[in-house]
T-cell receptor, first 121, second 112 residues
Framework: EVQLVESGGGLVHPGGSLRISCAAS????????MHWVRQAPGKGLVWVSR??????????ADSVKGRFSISRDNARNTLYLQMNSLRAEDTAVYYC??????FGSGSMDVWGQGTTVSVSS | DIVMTQTPLSSPVTLGQPASISCRSS???????????LSWLQQRPGQPPRLLIY???NRFSGVPDRFSGSGAGTDFTLKISRVEAEDVGVYYC?????????FGGGTKVEIK
């Protein structure tokens, strides 16, 4: 079964750091671009970051550029998001997602259940 | 960034009746490769998003045929031919034609 499982969320103070993870299983993780998408409480979906198959190319939303860093370990089938200088507005559920059966079609057909990050003093 | 505007914000629908959601983009979503990377996702309460439609009108595997997508350029529509109770949730359009990927604000479908 194709699966993405996020972990590592929690409560952090403003200015603090947190690393969240996404464990992939059931597919050849190293062959697919991966994304992070977040959703603030009661709000819509916002794309955060993406990484190509071998980790050599990364992209970020302007709101997180310079503070967040996406990476992957293809040997461990795991995606990461290192979040530094966290702000209250980073409070959200963070989803990892990818496109497997619709590869190249400009969307995401596999989503994790999400991990919650809360930034508060 | 391309802005995606969805209407209505909320759509109360009677069971068995149709529903329609509009999504308008601030720029044409036709890519230079000839494809239009507009998709629709459904998010049921307490669940992660789920892909329904990709490239305007392609229904994803397992999606009931009561869901259909149409449109071109900057104007797109998701239609549910006969709303069922399990269709309650928020629907998002999404574009991946131009970086960065952007989502519409969402349309809540609820039962009257």
């Amino acid at each position: 079964e194709v699966q993405l499982v996020e972990s590592g969320g929690g409560l952090v103070h403003p200015g603090g750091s947190l690393r969240i993870s996404c464990a992939a299983s059931g597919f050849s993780f190293r062959n697919y671009r991966m994304h992070w998408v977040r959703q603030a409480p009661g709000k819509g979906l916002v794309w955060v970051s993406r990484i190509n198959r071998d980790g050599s190319t990364t992209d970020y939303a302007d709101s997180v550029k310079g503070r967040f860093s996406i990476s992957r370990d293809n040997a461990r089938n795991t995606l990461y998001l290192q979040m530094n200088s966290l702000r209250a507005e980073d409070t959200a559920v963070y989803y990892c997602a990818t496109a497997i059966s619709i590869f190249g079609s400009g969307s995401m057909d596999v989503w994790g259940q999400g991990t919650t990050v809360s930034v508060s003093s | 960034d391309i802005v995606m505007t969805q209407t209505p914000l909320s759509s109360p629908v009677t069971l068995g009746q149709p529903a329609s959601i509009s999504c308008r983009s601030s720029q044409s979503l036709e890519h230079s490769d000839g494809n239009t990377y507009l998709s629709w996702l459904q998010q049921r309460p307490g669940q992660p998003p789920r892909l329904l439609i990709y490239k305007i009108s392609n229904r994803f595997s397992g999606v009931p045929d009561r869901f259909s997508g149409s449109g071109a350029g900057t104007d797109f529509t998701l239609k549910i031919s006969r709303v069922e109770a399990e269709d309650v949730g928020v629907y998002y359009c999404m574009q991946d034609t131009q970086f960065p990927l952007t989502f519409g604000g969402g349309t809540k479908v609820e039962i009257k």
